[in-house]
């Protein structure tokens, strides 16, 4: 994913489906200056990951 469409997807109103390494995950935060996101995988665990290794899916709501 590019650094530009995770930041549309962090401000939709609509709930998108972002994936990292196959695993749902939430994006909490955006760093433009290292092109990283914090997210959030369903164990709750927070993890700072590339923004170009998080994949879209499907608008969810």
Known sequence: MNFHRA???LQAKETIEVFYDDQSVWINSLDSQTGTAE????????????VDELTEGKVIS
């Open 7 to 9: 930041e549309e997807i």
């Open 39 to 50: 997210v959030t995988d369903m164990d709750n665990h927070r993890l700072k990951v590339p």
